[in-house]
């Protein structure tokens, strides 16, 4: 597999970045019937409070894999060899509470993720993770 180099467009964020999915199905139904949405993107921002930046963003495109969070490095995570990790399924508040201590340990490339979140991990298609990533095809 052949990877093209990225090119940096400036410093990078300074903490890390956490992508929760929030599809415009959001607004009017459920996507995941007995998860309160609104409740775990404002716990996860309570939980890591300044240590990482979290934001709802409109579609992730991997509606299968519902509940997905994103958890991208800071710009020293990246430099440390972060990159970023593509949590599915996470629809528990356990999950939500791991996420939000990793992060705050300094995310990718700097602190390892507790183990239970492998079980969350997947693996987008290129199309996808040049969306939010912004790799190239």
Not at 83 to 109: K, S
Request: proline share 10%; hydrophobic share 35%.
């Amino acid at each position: 597999m052949s990877r093209r180099p990225h090119k940096a467009t400036g410093p990078g964020p300074s903490r890390p970045t956490v992508s929760v999915c929030r599809g415009l199905s959001l607004i009017h139904i459920p996507k995941i019937p007995g998860v309160d949405h609104a409740g775990q993107l404002a716990e996860l921002r309570r939980a890591v409070g300044g240590s990482a930046t979290v934001r709802a963003v409109e579609c992730l495109d991997a509606c299968e894999h519902g509940n997905v969070i994103v958890v991208q490095p800071s710009a020293e995570g990246r430099r440390a060899g972060g990159r970023p990790v593509w949590l599915g399924l996470v629809n528990d508040p356990h999950a939500v509470a791991d996420i939000a201590a990793w992060a705050g340990e300094g995310g990718p490339g700097l602190a390892d993720p507790p183990e239970i979140l492998d079980l969350y991990a997947f693996s987008p298609s290129r199309r996808i993770r040049a969306g939010l990533e912004g790799e190239g095809p």
